[in-house]
């Protein structure tokens, strides 16, 4: 009963580095997304894909790129890190209901700090 | 973008009691979700509701899908301090029918 796992957990970064997030997820489902939780912010959705080999843009998908090679992957890659992208990131999927999304379900979170 | 306007922000509430919460979107919805996380966890669904006028119970959660289909409650009763957390309520209101959260209400419960 994995559902979806995140990798890795936690990270620090200094300014400038680059690293990838990885999500795997074992339910087979069509969509999957990736959001950023910050104090007092919610839930900001970064990146989705509605299918292998899909994606789009979120809210805040700047300083992002995903890809979605594989079904049950998605990744996240920063590629030059700022300290505003410390956060704790969360990946999700869901199943399609009709045309929309259904419920999602969340992986436990990664927690990046960028010095 | 599109928004759900979710009430209230934070709430401080002693144990026993109930609690209220709504969730608001200026376009109709088919589907509300509500979420809960729990400090330092990823969010974990509590109820889905599918159709307006719905009422469904999860243990001493219960959720209504508004007749509007702009709206959803969720009440607590007899608030324990495993309640804390964060709740969200959810919809598909995103492109290409992908979800939307509120900014949750943040629930402390005083033993």
């Known amino acids: 009963n994995a559902g979806v796992t995140q990798t890795p957990k936690f990270r620090v970064l200094k300014t400038g580095q680059s690293m990838t997030l990885l999500c795997a997820q074992d339910m087979n489902h069509e969509y999957m997304y990736w959001y950023r939780q910050d104090p007092g912010m919610g839930l900001r959705l970064i990146h989705y894909?509605?299918?292998?080999?899909?994606?789009a843009k979120g809210e805040v998908p700047d300083g992002y790129n995903v890809s979605r090679l594989k079904k049950q992957n998605f990744l996240l890659g920063l590629e030059s890190a700022a300290p505003s992208q410390t956060s704790v990131y969360f990946c999700a999927s869901s199943p399609r209901r009709g045309r929309v999304a259904g419920e999602l379900f969340f992986g436990e979170g990664s927690r990046l700090t960028v010095l | 973008g599109q928004q759900l306007n979710q009430s209230p922000q934070s709430m401080f509430i002693q144990e026993g009691e109930d609690v209220s919460m709504n969730c608001t979107s200026s376009s109709i919805f088919n589907t509300w979700l509500w979420y809960k996380q729990d400090p330092g966890e990823g969010p974990v669904l509590l109820i889905a509701?599918?159709?307006?006028?719905e009422l469904t119970s999860n243990g001493r959660l219960t959720a209504q899908f508004g007749i509007t289909r702009k709206d959803s409650f969720l009440n607590i009763s007899a608030s324990i301090p495993s309640d804390v957390g964060i709740y969200f309520c959810?919809?598909?209101?995103?492109?290409?029918?992908?979800?939307?959260f509120g900014k949750g209400t943040k629930l402390s419960v005083k033993p």
């Open positions: 509701l599918y159709k307006a006028g």
């Open positions: 959810a919809g598909p209101g995103g492109s290409q029918g992908n979800l939307i």
């Open positions: 894909s509605v299918g292998e080999g899909t994606t």
